[in-house]
Protein backbone atom coordinates (compact mmCIF):
# COMPACT_ATOMS: atom_id res chain seq x y z
CA UNK A 1 0.00 0.00 0.00
CA UNK A 2 1.29 3.15 -1.09
CA UNK A 3 -1.27 5.71 1.13
CA UNK A 4 -2.39 5.13 4.66
CA UNK A 5 -6.10 5.56 4.42
CA UNK A 6 -7.52 7.76 7.63
CA UNK A 7 -11.44 7.78 8.48
CA UNK A 8 -12.27 11.68 8.22
CA UNK A 9 -14.87 12.61 10.63
CA UNK A 10 -15.60 13.74 14.39
CA UNK A 11 -13.26 14.14 16.25
CA UNK A 12 -14.87 13.09 19.20
CA UNK A 13 -15.97 9.61 17.77
CA UNK A 14 -14.51 7.96 20.77
CA UNK A 15 -16.79 9.87 23.46
CA UNK A 16 -19.75 7.68 23.14
CA UNK A 17 -18.54 4.80 20.72
CA UNK A 18 -18.56 1.11 20.89
CA UNK A 19 -15.20 -0.11 20.68
CA UNK A 20 -14.98 -4.12 20.41
CA UNK A 21 -11.39 -6.00 22.01
CA UNK A 22 -9.31 -8.17 19.57
CA UNK A 23 -7.31 -10.80 21.46
CA UNK A 24 -5.71 -11.79 18.28
CA UNK A 25 -4.40 -15.04 19.17
CA UNK A 26 -7.59 -16.15 19.95
CA UNK A 27 -10.15 -14.34 17.28
CA UNK A 28 -8.95 -15.97 13.45
CA UNK A 29 -6.38 -18.12 12.60
CA UNK A 30 -6.41 -18.00 8.37
CA UNK A 31 -3.13 -20.10 8.02
CA UNK A 32 -3.50 -23.33 9.84
CA UNK A 33 -1.19 -22.98 12.81
CA UNK A 34 -3.96 -22.48 15.74
CA UNK A 35 -2.65 -19.12 16.67
CA UNK A 36 -4.89 -16.24 15.22
CA UNK A 37 -3.94 -13.62 12.81
CA UNK A 38 -4.13 -10.42 11.10
CA UNK A 39 -5.01 -11.89 7.92
CA UNK A 40 -7.72 -14.32 10.18
CA UNK A 41 -9.39 -10.73 11.56
CA UNK A 42 -9.16 -8.94 8.12
CA UNK A 43 -11.63 -12.34 6.72
CA UNK A 44 -13.92 -11.42 9.49
CA UNK A 45 -14.29 -7.56 8.81
CA UNK A 46 -17.87 -8.24 7.76
CA UNK A 47 -18.63 -9.49 10.61
CA UNK A 48 -17.37 -6.22 12.57
CA UNK A 49 -19.15 -3.80 10.36
CA UNK A 50 -22.66 -6.65 10.66
CA UNK A 51 -22.46 -6.23 14.34
CA UNK A 52 -21.97 -2.36 14.37
CA UNK A 53 -19.38 -1.41 16.24
CA UNK A 54 -17.63 1.93 15.98
CA UNK A 55 -13.83 0.39 16.51
CA UNK A 56 -11.48 -2.44 17.38
CA UNK A 57 -9.11 -2.67 20.17
CA UNK A 58 -6.35 -5.17 19.56
CA UNK A 59 -4.88 -6.53 22.31
CA UNK A 60 -0.82 -6.92 21.61
CA UNK A 61 0.27 -8.00 18.23
CA UNK A 62 3.89 -7.54 18.44
CA UNK A 63 6.78 -9.66 18.40
CA UNK A 64 6.81 -11.33 21.85
CA UNK A 65 8.15 -14.65 23.23
CA UNK A 66 4.11 -14.98 24.84
CA UNK A 67 5.54 -14.67 28.05
CA UNK A 68 2.40 -12.75 29.05
CA UNK A 69 -0.24 -13.46 25.79
CA UNK A 70 2.13 -10.87 23.95
CA UNK A 71 2.63 -8.29 26.69
CA UNK A 72 5.74 -8.86 27.03
CA UNK A 73 6.78 -7.28 23.74
CA UNK A 74 10.22 -7.21 21.80
CA UNK A 75 10.19 -5.25 19.17
CA UNK A 76 7.22 -2.22 19.56
CA UNK A 77 7.60 -1.37 15.43
CA UNK A 78 6.85 -4.52 14.10
CA UNK A 79 4.49 -7.61 14.18
CA UNK A 80 4.59 -10.88 15.73
CA UNK A 81 5.09 -13.43 12.27
CA UNK A 82 2.90 -15.62 13.87
CA UNK A 83 0.31 -12.93 13.77
CA UNK A 84 1.20 -11.64 10.13
CA UNK A 85 3.81 -8.55 8.56
CA UNK A 86 3.43 -4.89 8.95
CA UNK A 87 1.41 -4.70 5.30
CA UNK A 88 -1.07 -6.73 6.33
CA UNK A 89 -1.47 -4.57 9.50
CA UNK A 90 -2.08 -1.88 6.54
CA UNK A 91 -4.10 -3.97 4.86
CA UNK A 92 -6.08 -4.14 8.16
CA UNK A 93 -6.76 -0.18 8.61
CA UNK A 94 -7.74 -0.19 5.18
CA UNK A 95 -10.42 -2.87 5.49
CA UNK A 96 -11.52 -1.16 8.72
CA UNK A 97 -11.70 2.15 7.89
CA UNK A 98 -13.71 1.35 4.74
CA UNK A 99 -15.83 -0.17 6.81
CA UNK A 100 -16.46 2.99 8.67
CA UNK A 101 -14.21 1.61 11.65
CA UNK A 102 -11.73 2.73 13.30
CA UNK A 103 -8.54 0.90 15.08
CA UNK A 104 -7.30 0.91 18.61
CA UNK A 105 -3.67 -0.44 19.39
CA UNK A 106 -2.45 -1.65 22.65
CA UNK A 107 0.59 -0.02 24.19
CA UNK A 108 2.81 -1.59 26.58
CA UNK A 109 4.87 1.20 28.01
CA UNK A 110 5.65 0.21 31.73
CA UNK A 111 7.82 -3.00 30.77
CA UNK A 112 9.44 -4.77 27.42
CA UNK A 113 9.63 -8.70 26.69
CA UNK A 114 13.36 -9.90 28.25
CA UNK A 115 13.98 -10.25 24.02
CA UNK A 116 13.91 -6.99 23.53
CA UNK A 117 17.17 -5.62 21.77
CA UNK A 118 17.55 -3.25 24.75
CA UNK A 119 16.96 -5.57 27.29
CA UNK A 120 19.63 -8.03 25.63
CA UNK A 121 22.29 -5.43 25.45
CA UNK A 122 21.97 -4.31 29.26
CA UNK A 123 22.71 -8.42 30.57
CA UNK A 124 25.82 -8.05 28.14
CA UNK A 125 26.85 -4.65 29.53
CA UNK A 126 28.23 -3.90 32.49
CA UNK A 127 26.97 -2.40 36.07
CA UNK A 128 25.47 1.16 36.09
CA UNK A 129 26.23 1.47 32.39
CA UNK A 130 23.86 3.14 30.21
CA UNK A 131 22.42 0.24 28.79
CA UNK A 132 21.35 -0.97 32.23
CA UNK A 133 20.00 2.79 33.09
CA UNK A 134 17.28 1.92 30.92
CA UNK A 135 15.45 -0.26 32.91
CA UNK A 136 15.31 -0.54 36.54
CA UNK A 137 18.87 -2.77 37.71
CA UNK A 138 20.49 -3.17 41.80
CA UNK A 139 22.82 -4.83 43.34
CA UNK A 140 21.76 -7.24 45.67
CA UNK A 141 21.96 -7.40 49.53
CA UNK A 142 23.99 -9.95 50.96
CA UNK A 143 27.77 -10.57 51.06
CA UNK A 144 27.40 -11.31 47.57
CA UNK A 145 24.58 -9.78 46.39
CA UNK A 146 22.89 -13.05 47.14
CA UNK A 147 19.49 -11.44 48.50
CA UNK A 148 16.93 -9.91 46.28
CA UNK A 149 17.17 -6.08 46.30
CA UNK A 150 13.55 -5.35 48.45
CA UNK A 151 10.61 -7.67 49.53
CA UNK A 152 8.41 -5.64 46.52
CA UNK A 153 5.83 -8.58 45.52
CA UNK A 154 5.17 -8.95 41.44
CA UNK A 155 1.79 -8.78 40.80
CA UNK A 156 1.77 -12.30 39.20
CA UNK A 157 3.74 -13.08 42.42
CA UNK A 158 5.77 -14.19 44.01
CA UNK A 159 8.89 -11.59 43.95
CA UNK A 160 9.64 -8.34 41.39
CA UNK A 161 13.32 -9.07 41.52
CA UNK A 162 15.09 -11.62 38.99
CA UNK A 163 19.03 -12.03 39.08
CA UNK A 164 21.00 -12.35 36.66
CA UNK A 165 23.67 -13.84 35.38
CA UNK A 166 26.56 -11.05 34.43
CA UNK A 167 28.36 -11.54 31.13
CA UNK A 168 31.47 -13.49 32.72
CA UNK A 169 29.55 -15.85 34.28
CA UNK A 170 29.43 -15.05 37.86
CA UNK A 171 25.60 -14.17 39.74
CA UNK A 172 25.00 -10.44 39.29
CA UNK A 173 22.57 -8.00 39.41
CA UNK A 174 19.13 -8.03 39.93
CA UNK A 175 16.50 -6.35 37.40
CA UNK A 176 12.79 -5.27 38.83
CA UNK A 177 9.75 -6.54 37.04
CA UNK A 178 6.17 -5.62 38.23
CA UNK A 179 4.83 -8.74 36.34
CA UNK A 180 6.05 -11.67 35.16
CA UNK A 181 10.06 -11.72 35.22
CA UNK A 182 10.42 -11.87 31.33
CA UNK A 183 8.77 -8.79 31.50
CA UNK A 184 11.73 -5.78 33.14
CA UNK A 185 9.97 -2.71 33.89
CA UNK A 186 11.57 0.49 31.90
CA UNK A 187 13.10 3.02 33.53
CA UNK A 188 10.80 6.16 32.99
CA UNK A 189 13.64 8.52 34.41
CA UNK A 190 15.78 7.59 31.37
CA UNK A 191 15.12 10.16 28.56
CA UNK A 192 16.12 7.79 25.51
CA UNK A 193 13.22 5.55 26.59
CA UNK A 194 11.05 8.60 26.80
CA UNK A 195 12.22 9.57 23.11
CA UNK A 196 11.62 5.72 21.92
CA UNK A 197 8.16 5.79 22.90
CA UNK A 198 7.47 9.05 21.38
CA UNK A 199 8.74 7.65 18.35
CA UNK A 200 7.30 4.63 18.44
CA UNK A 201 3.58 6.58 19.43
CA UNK A 202 4.26 8.28 16.07
CA UNK A 203 4.97 5.27 14.22
CA UNK A 204 1.72 3.99 15.23
CA UNK A 205 -0.08 7.39 14.69
CA UNK A 206 1.51 7.44 11.07
CA UNK A 207 0.31 3.94 9.96
CA UNK A 208 -3.07 5.43 10.60
CA UNK A 209 -3.46 3.97 13.88
CA UNK A 210 -7.05 6.16 15.33
CA UNK A 211 -6.23 5.50 18.98
CA UNK A 212 -3.88 3.36 21.94
CA UNK A 213 -5.02 1.11 24.84
CA UNK A 214 -2.38 2.12 27.66
CA UNK A 215 -1.03 -0.86 29.39
CA UNK A 216 -0.41 -0.01 33.27
CA UNK A 217 -0.62 3.36 32.70
CA UNK A 218 -0.44 4.48 35.90
CA UNK A 219 2.65 2.94 36.41
CA UNK A 220 5.93 4.13 34.79
CA UNK A 221 6.92 6.40 36.87
CA UNK A 222 8.76 5.70 40.30
CA UNK A 223 9.93 7.05 42.68
CA UNK A 224 13.57 4.41 43.59
CA UNK A 225 15.20 7.53 44.75
CA UNK A 226 18.19 7.39 46.93
CA UNK A 227 18.66 4.19 47.31
CA UNK A 228 14.75 3.45 48.27
CA UNK A 229 12.92 0.43 46.77
CA UNK A 230 9.35 -0.42 48.20
CA UNK A 231 8.95 -3.51 49.86
CA UNK A 232 5.25 -4.18 49.28
CA UNK A 233 2.65 -5.97 47.68
CA UNK A 234 1.95 -4.63 44.25
CA UNK A 235 -0.61 -3.47 42.34
CA UNK A 236 -2.97 -3.47 44.88
CA UNK A 237 -5.10 -0.58 45.10
CA UNK A 238 -6.29 -0.16 48.53
CA UNK A 239 -2.45 0.47 49.14
CA UNK A 240 -2.10 2.84 47.03
CA UNK A 241 -1.16 6.87 48.31
CA UNK A 242 -4.40 8.48 46.22
CA UNK A 243 -2.19 11.95 46.36
CA UNK A 244 -0.08 11.83 43.46
CA UNK A 245 3.07 10.87 46.14
CA UNK A 246 3.26 6.99 46.12
CA UNK A 247 6.25 5.26 45.45
CA UNK A 248 5.45 3.02 42.48
CA UNK A 249 2.06 3.93 40.82
CA UNK A 250 0.01 6.74 39.94
CA UNK A 251 2.60 9.68 40.67
CA UNK A 252 1.86 12.61 39.14
CA UNK A 253 4.73 12.96 37.17
CA UNK A 254 3.50 10.12 34.93
CA UNK A 255 1.24 12.91 33.13
CA UNK A 256 4.32 14.70 31.77
CA UNK A 257 4.74 11.71 29.57
CA UNK A 258 1.05 11.51 28.21
CA UNK A 259 0.87 15.32 27.97
CA UNK A 260 3.97 14.88 25.38
CA UNK A 261 2.33 11.85 23.56
CA UNK A 262 -0.91 14.43 23.43
CA UNK A 263 1.24 16.98 21.52
CA UNK A 264 1.81 13.68 18.79
CA UNK A 265 -1.73 12.87 19.23
CA UNK A 266 -2.43 16.49 18.31
CA UNK A 267 -0.50 16.18 15.36
CA UNK A 268 -2.99 14.38 13.35
CA UNK A 269 -6.29 15.18 12.00
CA UNK A 270 -8.57 13.95 13.64
CA UNK A 271 -6.84 13.44 16.78
CA UNK A 272 -5.91 10.17 18.13
CA UNK A 273 -7.47 8.91 21.26
CA UNK A 274 -6.33 7.07 23.78
CA UNK A 275 -7.49 5.08 26.98
CA UNK A 276 -5.87 4.75 30.09
CA UNK A 277 -5.53 0.95 31.85
CA UNK A 278 -5.06 3.19 34.95
CA UNK A 279 -6.02 0.84 38.37
CA UNK A 280 -5.83 3.62 40.70
CA UNK A 281 -7.95 5.48 43.56
CA UNK A 282 -11.43 6.97 41.43
CA UNK A 283 -10.28 10.25 42.41
CA UNK A 284 -7.11 10.54 40.25
CA UNK A 285 -8.71 8.79 37.25
CA UNK A 286 -9.80 12.22 35.79
CA UNK A 287 -5.92 13.18 35.07
CA UNK A 288 -5.50 10.55 32.89
CA UNK A 289 -8.89 11.36 31.05
CA UNK A 290 -8.26 14.73 30.63
CA UNK A 291 -7.82 16.21 27.13
CA UNK A 292 -4.05 17.60 27.99
CA UNK A 293 -3.55 13.79 28.62
CA UNK A 294 -4.69 10.40 27.31
CA UNK A 295 -8.29 11.91 26.92
CA UNK A 296 -10.39 8.46 28.81
CA UNK A 297 -9.71 6.13 31.09
CA UNK A 298 -11.14 2.52 31.80
CA UNK A 299 -13.77 2.94 34.74
CA UNK A 300 -13.72 -0.73 35.94
CA UNK A 301 -16.23 0.10 38.82
CA UNK A 302 -18.84 -2.14 36.85
CA UNK A 303 -16.80 -5.35 37.20
CA UNK A 304 -16.88 -5.55 41.09
CA UNK A 305 -20.83 -4.08 41.12
CA UNK A 306 -23.19 -7.28 40.93
CA UNK A 307 -26.06 -7.70 40.36
CA UNK A 308 -27.78 -4.57 42.56
CA UNK A 309 -29.45 -2.05 41.00
CA UNK A 310 -28.18 0.40 43.97
CA UNK A 311 -24.56 -0.42 43.53
CA UNK A 312 -24.47 0.20 39.77
CA UNK A 313 -27.28 3.18 40.09
CA UNK A 314 -24.28 4.41 42.47
CA UNK A 315 -21.21 3.63 40.37
CA UNK A 316 -22.73 5.00 37.03
CA UNK A 317 -24.04 8.64 38.88
CA UNK A 318 -20.75 8.65 40.67
CA UNK A 319 -18.08 7.94 37.15
CA UNK A 320 -20.84 10.40 34.92
CA UNK A 321 -20.29 13.19 37.11
CA UNK A 322 -16.51 12.29 37.14
CA UNK A 323 -16.30 12.19 33.46
CA UNK A 324 -18.22 15.40 33.36
CA UNK A 325 -16.41 17.17 36.24
CA UNK A 326 -13.37 16.59 33.99
CA UNK A 327 -15.00 17.45 30.38
CA UNK A 328 -13.99 13.73 29.48
CA UNK A 329 -16.85 10.87 28.63
CA UNK A 330 -16.83 7.98 31.15
CA UNK A 331 -16.32 4.10 29.92
CA UNK A 332 -18.33 1.37 30.33
CA UNK A 333 -16.79 -2.05 30.78
CA UNK A 334 -18.00 -5.66 32.33
CA UNK A 335 -15.69 -8.02 30.38
CA UNK A 336 -11.57 -8.11 28.93
CA UNK A 337 -9.12 -10.56 28.69
CA UNK A 338 -7.94 -10.51 31.98
CA UNK A 339 -11.44 -11.47 33.99
CA UNK A 340 -13.67 -14.44 34.43
CA UNK A 341 -16.71 -13.30 31.44
CA UNK A 342 -19.43 -11.57 33.03
CA UNK A 343 -22.24 -14.32 31.51
CA UNK A 344 -20.40 -16.95 34.19
CA UNK A 345 -19.86 -14.18 36.66
CA UNK A 346 -23.94 -13.10 36.81
CA UNK A 347 -24.55 -16.94 36.67
CA UNK A 348 -22.87 -16.86 40.21
CA UNK A 349 -24.65 -15.49 43.10
CA UNK A 350 -23.35 -13.13 45.59
CA UNK A 351 -20.02 -11.06 46.27
CA UNK A 352 -17.86 -12.53 43.12
CA UNK A 353 -14.05 -13.43 44.34
CA UNK A 354 -12.16 -14.27 41.21
CA UNK A 355 -9.80 -16.00 43.08
CA UNK A 356 -11.82 -18.06 45.99
CA UNK A 357 -14.09 -18.80 43.20
CA UNK A 358 -11.97 -20.17 39.67
CA UNK A 359 -10.08 -22.32 42.83
CA UNK A 360 -13.21 -23.49 43.92
CA UNK A 361 -15.12 -24.34 40.68
CA UNK A 362 -12.20 -25.04 38.98
CA UNK A 363 -13.02 -28.91 37.57
CA UNK A 364 -16.81 -28.14 38.44
CA UNK A 365 -17.68 -25.00 37.72
CA UNK A 366 -21.62 -24.46 39.55
CA UNK A 367 -23.02 -21.94 37.55
CA UNK A 368 -26.42 -20.98 36.96
CA UNK A 369 -25.96 -20.29 32.33
CA UNK A 370 -29.66 -19.72 31.99
CA UNK A 371 -29.42 -16.34 35.09
CA UNK A 372 -25.85 -15.69 33.87
CA UNK A 373 -26.78 -15.05 30.36
CA UNK A 374 -29.91 -13.02 31.06
CA UNK A 375 -27.99 -10.49 33.31
CA UNK A 376 -25.39 -10.28 31.53
CA UNK A 377 -27.36 -8.99 28.20
CA UNK A 378 -29.49 -6.97 30.44
CA UNK A 379 -26.31 -5.16 31.79
CA UNK A 380 -25.15 -5.03 29.17
CA UNK A 381 -28.08 -3.29 27.34
CA UNK A 382 -27.94 -1.23 30.05
CA UNK A 383 -23.99 0.01 29.60
CA UNK A 384 -24.96 0.41 26.37
CA UNK A 385 -28.00 2.94 26.76
CA UNK A 386 -25.39 5.34 29.37
CA UNK A 387 -23.75 8.25 27.73
CA UNK A 388 -19.96 7.47 27.26
CA UNK A 389 -17.81 4.44 25.81
CA UNK A 390 -18.69 0.59 25.69
CA UNK A 391 -15.70 -1.44 25.24
CA UNK A 392 -16.77 -5.13 24.47
CA UNK A 393 -14.59 -8.11 24.68
CA UNK A 394 -14.72 -10.77 21.54
CA UNK A 395 -17.31 -14.00 22.34
CA UNK A 396 -19.18 -12.05 24.83
CA UNK A 397 -21.61 -11.12 21.58
CA UNK A 398 -22.04 -15.10 21.55
CA UNK A 399 -22.61 -15.30 25.03
CA UNK A 400 -20.05 -17.54 25.96
CA UNK A 401 -18.97 -18.97 29.18
CA UNK A 402 -16.12 -18.70 30.78
CA UNK A 403 -13.92 -22.26 29.57
CA UNK A 404 -12.65 -23.85 32.49
CA UNK A 405 -11.99 -27.46 31.71
CA UNK A 406 -8.39 -26.36 30.48
CA UNK A 407 -5.95 -28.70 32.04
CA UNK A 408 -2.92 -27.74 33.84
CA UNK A 409 -0.58 -28.16 31.41
CA UNK A 410 -2.37 -26.67 28.74
CA UNK A 411 -2.38 -23.12 30.43
CA UNK A 412 -0.44 -20.50 29.31
CA UNK A 413 -0.97 -17.36 31.80
CA UNK A 414 1.50 -16.56 33.74
CA UNK A 415 -0.63 -15.49 36.81
CA UNK A 416 -1.22 -19.62 37.11
CA UNK A 417 2.05 -20.57 37.59
CA UNK A 418 3.73 -18.24 39.07
CA UNK A 419 1.03 -17.77 42.47
CA UNK A 420 -0.10 -21.15 42.92
CA UNK A 421 -1.71 -20.32 45.62
CA UNK A 422 -4.02 -18.22 44.13
CA UNK A 423 -3.96 -20.69 40.94
CA UNK A 424 -6.07 -18.27 38.93
CA UNK A 425 -5.79 -18.50 35.11
CA UNK A 426 -7.07 -16.11 32.68
CA UNK A 427 -7.18 -18.60 29.77
CA UNK A 428 -10.37 -19.17 30.18
CA UNK A 429 -11.30 -16.42 28.54
CA UNK A 430 -9.07 -16.55 25.56
CA UNK A 431 -9.86 -19.60 24.18
CA UNK A 432 -10.66 -19.52 20.21
CA UNK A 433 -13.59 -18.14 18.86
CA UNK A 434 -16.19 -20.76 17.72
CA UNK A 435 -17.24 -19.51 14.47
CA UNK A 436 -18.60 -22.56 12.99
CA UNK A 437 -20.71 -24.95 15.22
CA UNK A 438 -19.99 -28.42 12.75
CA UNK A 439 -16.04 -27.95 11.54
CA UNK A 440 -13.45 -28.69 13.04
CA UNK A 441 -11.93 -26.48 15.91
CA UNK A 442 -15.32 -24.99 15.49
CA UNK A 443 -14.15 -22.89 12.08
CA UNK A 444 -11.62 -20.80 14.79
CA UNK A 445 -8.74 -22.12 11.83
CA UNK A 446 -7.96 -25.61 10.24
CA UNK A 447 -4.91 -26.33 11.98
CA UNK A 448 -5.91 -26.35 15.64
CA UNK A 449 -6.47 -24.08 18.59
CA UNK A 450 -3.77 -22.57 21.14
CA UNK A 451 -5.81 -22.88 23.91
CA UNK A 452 -8.19 -26.24 23.63
CA UNK A 453 -12.15 -25.19 22.69
CA UNK A 454 -14.95 -27.08 24.88
CA UNK A 455 -17.35 -29.02 23.21
CA UNK A 456 -19.86 -26.97 24.72
CA UNK A 457 -18.47 -24.16 22.64
CA UNK A 458 -20.56 -25.61 19.47
CA UNK A 459 -23.92 -24.40 21.06
CA UNK A 460 -22.42 -20.56 21.29
CA UNK A 461 -20.93 -20.91 17.62
CA UNK A 462 -21.69 -17.73 15.01
CA UNK A 463 -23.34 -19.49 12.41
CA UNK A 464 -25.48 -21.20 15.42
CA UNK A 465 -26.36 -17.72 16.46
CA UNK A 466 -26.57 -15.98 13.21
CA UNK A 467 -29.96 -18.18 12.19
CA UNK A 468 -31.71 -17.82 15.23
CA UNK A 469 -33.25 -14.53 15.72
CA UNK A 470 -33.13 -14.71 19.50
CA UNK A 471 -29.75 -15.17 19.85
CA UNK A 472 -27.37 -13.32 21.88
CA UNK A 473 -25.61 -12.14 18.87
CA UNK A 474 -28.68 -10.92 17.10
CA UNK A 475 -29.55 -9.30 20.57
CA UNK A 476 -26.23 -7.31 20.62
CA UNK A 477 -26.70 -6.76 16.44
CA UNK A 478 -29.96 -5.24 17.50
CA UNK A 479 -28.95 -3.18 20.53
CA UNK A 480 -25.47 -1.72 18.64
CA UNK A 481 -27.60 -0.46 15.74
CA UNK A 482 -30.70 0.78 17.64
CA UNK A 483 -27.99 2.78 19.79
CA UNK A 484 -26.08 4.42 16.78
CA UNK A 485 -29.70 6.21 15.86
CA UNK A 486 -30.75 6.99 19.50
CA UNK A 487 -27.02 8.72 19.80
CA UNK A 488 -27.79 12.08 21.69
CA UNK A 489 -25.99 14.62 23.98
CA UNK A 490 -24.27 12.61 27.03
CA UNK A 491 -26.30 13.74 29.71
CA UNK A 492 -29.29 11.55 31.59
CA UNK A 493 -31.96 11.83 34.24
CA UNK A 494 -32.54 9.28 36.71
CA UNK A 495 -36.12 7.99 37.13
CA UNK A 496 -37.03 6.93 40.46
CA UNK A 497 -39.40 4.09 41.22
CA UNK A 498 -40.55 4.79 45.00
CA UNK A 499 -41.92 1.70 45.51
CA UNK A 500 -39.07 -0.28 44.31
CA UNK A 501 -35.31 -0.82 44.81
CA UNK A 502 -34.62 -2.87 42.11
CA UNK A 503 -35.39 -1.40 39.08
CA UNK A 504 -32.88 0.83 37.43
CA UNK A 505 -34.36 3.39 35.04
CA UNK A 506 -33.70 6.39 33.36
CA UNK A 507 -33.55 8.79 30.05
CA UNK A 508 -31.55 10.15 27.83
CA UNK A 509 -32.38 13.85 26.24
CA UNK A 510 -34.27 12.42 22.94
CA UNK A 511 -36.81 10.40 25.67
CA UNK A 512 -34.60 7.26 25.00
CA UNK A 513 -35.55 5.31 28.26
CA UNK A 514 -33.58 2.27 29.59
CA UNK A 515 -35.02 0.27 32.19
CA UNK A 516 -33.45 -2.86 34.18
CA UNK A 517 -35.49 -5.54 36.24
CA UNK A 518 -32.80 -6.42 38.77
CA UNK A 519 -35.88 -7.77 40.71
CA UNK A 520 -38.02 -10.85 40.66
CA UNK A 521 -41.58 -9.83 39.91
CA UNK A 522 -42.19 -8.16 35.88
CA UNK A 523 -42.34 -4.61 36.22
CA UNK A 524 -44.49 -2.47 34.06
CA UNK A 525 -42.33 -0.54 31.49
CA UNK A 526 -42.83 3.92 31.22
CA UNK A 527 -45.14 4.68 28.48
CA UNK A 528 -43.63 4.21 24.38
CA UNK A 529 -42.50 2.15 21.92
CA UNK A 530 -40.44 -0.19 22.96
CA UNK A 531 -37.63 -0.25 21.16
CA UNK A 532 -35.49 -3.53 23.07
CA UNK A 533 -36.06 -6.28 25.30
CA UNK A 534 -33.39 -8.51 26.68
CA UNK A 535 -36.14 -11.20 27.31
CA UNK A 536 -39.36 -11.50 25.83
CA UNK A 537 -42.04 -9.54 27.69
CA UNK A 538 -44.63 -10.94 30.07
CA UNK A 539 -48.00 -9.83 29.68
CA UNK A 540 -46.70 -5.97 28.59
CA UNK A 541 -44.20 -6.35 31.67
CA UNK A 542 -40.19 -6.59 32.09
CA UNK A 543 -39.55 -9.76 33.51
CA UNK A 544 -36.65 -10.52 35.80
CA UNK A 545 -32.64 -10.23 34.96
CA UNK A 546 -34.09 -8.20 32.02
CA UNK A 547 -33.12 -4.50 30.40
CA UNK A 548 -35.69 -2.66 28.05
CA UNK A 549 -35.51 0.12 25.51
CA UNK A 550 -38.28 2.27 25.10
CA UNK A 551 -39.23 5.45 23.25
CA UNK A 552 -41.35 7.85 24.80
C1 LIG B 1 -2.68 -5.46 31.85
C2 LIG B 1 -3.04 -6.39 30.74
O1 LIG B 1 -4.39 -6.23 30.42
C3 LIG B 1 -2.69 -7.78 31.20
O2 LIG B 1 -3.17 -8.76 30.31
C4 LIG B 1 -1.20 -7.87 31.37
O3 LIG B 1 -0.88 -9.14 31.92
C5 LIG B 1 -0.67 -6.79 32.30
N1 LIG B 1 -1.25 -5.51 32.05
C6 LIG B 1 0.81 -6.65 32.15
O4 LIG B 1 1.12 -6.10 30.90
Redesign the pocket.
Given at each position: MSEFTFLAGDAHWWRQAVIYQIYPRSFADSNGDGIGDLKGIISRVPYLKQLGVDAVWMSPFYPSALA??G?DVDDYRDIDPRIGTLAEFDELIDALHANGMRLIADI?P??SGSGHKWFQEALKAAPGSPERDRYIFRDGKGENGEIRPSELASHFGPTAWTRITEPDGTPGQWYMHL?ASE?PDWNWDNEEVRADFRKTVKFWCDRGVDGFRV??AHALVKDLSNGHLPERQSYDVSVMKNDGTDDLFDRDEVHKIYASWREIFNEYNPPRMAVA?AWVHSNRLPAYASEKGLGQSFSFDMLGAGWDAQRVHELAANALQRAKDNGSSNTWVLS???IIRHATRFGVDGQFDAGKWFKANRFNPKVNVKQGLERATAMTALLLALPGSTYLYQGEELGLQEAMEIPDELMQDPQFFRNPDLGLS?DGCRVPLPWVANHKWFGFGEGGSHLPQPEWYKNYAVDVEDADPNSTLNLYRKAIGLRKGLETAEELTWIKHWFSKTILHFKRPNGWHSITNFGTKPVKLPKGRVLLSTLPLVGGKLPANATAWVQA
Amino acid sequence: MSEFTFLAGDAHWWRQAVIYQIYPRSFADSNGDGIGDLKGIISRVPYLKQLGVDAVWMSPFYPSALADGGYDVDDYRDIDPRIGTLAEFDELIDALHANGMRLIADIVPNHSGSGHKWFQEALKAAPGSPERDRYIFRDGKGENGEIRPSELASHFGPTAWTRITEPDGTPGQWYMHLFASEQPDWNWDNEEVRADFRKTVKFWCDRGVDGFRVDVAHALVKDLSNGHLPERQSYDVSVMKNDGTDDLFDRDEVHKIYASWREIFNEYNPPRMAVAEAWVHSNRLPAYASEKGLGQSFSFDMLGAGWDAQRVHELAANALQRAKDNGSSNTWVLSNHDIIRHATRFGVDGQFDAGKWFKANRFNPKVNVKQGLERATAMTALLLALPGSTYLYQGEELGLQEAMEIPDELMQDPQFFRNPDLGLSRDGCRVPLPWVANHKWFGFGEGGSHLPQPEWYKNYAVDVEDADPNSTLNLYRKAIGLRKGLETAEELTWIKHWFSKTILHFKRPNGWHSITNFGTKPVKLPKGRVLLSTLPLVGGKLPANATAWVQA
